[in-house]
């Protein structure tokens, strides 16, 4: 049946998912972006991870005779946050914000046309911006045709550009495993990539917007090894790697940036050395990559 008659009983072919934890400032520019959209059949879910009251009386006067639905939950992190909007969402199709991000006004009308034009497949990921505020420079991440082998060599997909269908997504979800949180959309695009294809697109619709506040940045450094030795167990456990022969892809990039954590520390240059080479073992073409000469740069000359 066609997505467009499925659709006019509830008028919602799109449940934008945006989890949030205070931060409503930002909230309220990422929800003011996506209203910029000339379609209206979508719909806006935000996820209250346990903000302030605060923070939470704030955003909820803001949505008020708005197509928007507010959710409140215990700290829970992304995951769960995540997986609960897409139980709450009306709409065929998910596409998942965080509360920082930015939608250009085509994001709508772009998926549409994409899904119209392809057959409505089951996930695939427009183009997008990266905004680096620090920098104060911007750069293109295109996507086009199948993505799989690029997944599988690092996180290349961005969650405000990827849209999913509902029912797909249900079978597979967001882990919800805190010491995850931070690669949890990764080992999401990896399991999914490992059994079906992954489309791109290569229209640039949503920007990411890189700055010293952004979760992943204030994550400490034993935070952030930890979390990829959980990654690391759980790419090794999952059977279905190894059987695809992707699993020395996907160590290669584990090990390439734990060795980009290590390298300006004094104390753990040695190891750094040791990741770096081990990732090239594991992929011989990383040995030409931009991270690669980066890592060695701070192994040789960066000291904190």
């Known amino acids: 049946m066609d997505i467009i008659e499925i659709n006019k009983k509830k008028d919602i072919i799109l449940s934008i998912i945006i989890p949030f934890h205070n931060r409503v400032d930002l909230l309220i520019n990422t929800i003011n972006s996506i209203k ?67 939608a250009l006004d085509n994001h709508v009308s ?71 949180s931070g690669s949890e959309d990764w080992e999401l695009w990896l399991r999914i990539a490992s059994q079906n294809l992954i489309y791109g697109n290569e229209i640039i619709s949503s920007i990411i917007i890189d700055h010293n506040q952004r979760t992943t940045r204030v994550q400490n450094f034993y935070k952030i090894f930890h979390r990829l030795n959980f990654l690391h167990k759980s790419v090794k456990d999952n059977k279905i790697f190894k059987q695809i022969n992707k699993l020395n892809t996907i160590e290669s990039e584990i090990y390439s940036f734990k060795s980009l954590i290590y390298s300006p520390i004094i104390q753990k240059k040695i190891n750094a050395f040791l990741y770096l080479i081990y990732s090239i073992y594991l992929r011989p073409s990383r040995i030409i990559e931009k991270r690669t000469m980066v890592i060695i740069f701070k192994i040789l000359f960066k000291f904190t």
Do not use: W
């Open 110 to 180: 772009s998926f549409k046309d994409f899904i119209k034009n392809n057959n409505h497949p089951n996930i695939f990921s427009n183009s997008y911006y990266v905004k680096n505020l620090r920098l104060n420079k911007s750069y293109k991440i295109i996507h086009k045709g199948i993505l799989n082998n690029k997944i599988f060599k690092n996180n290349i997909l961005s969650c405000n550009a990827t849209f999913i269908k509902k029912d797909f997504f249900l079978k597979y979800k967001f882990s919800t495993i805190i010491e995850l």
């Open 36 to 102: 910029n959209n000339t379609s209206n059949d979508y719909e806006i879910i935000l996820i209250d991870d346990d903000s302030s009251i605060e923070e939470y009386h704030k955003i909820n006067a803001f949505i008020k005779n708005q197509n928007i639905f507010l959710y409140r939950t215990k700290k829970k992190e992304r995951g769960f946050a995540r997986n609960f909007g897409a139980l709450k969402a009306r709409g065929q199709y998910l596409n998942f914000f965080d509360s920082d991000d930015i």
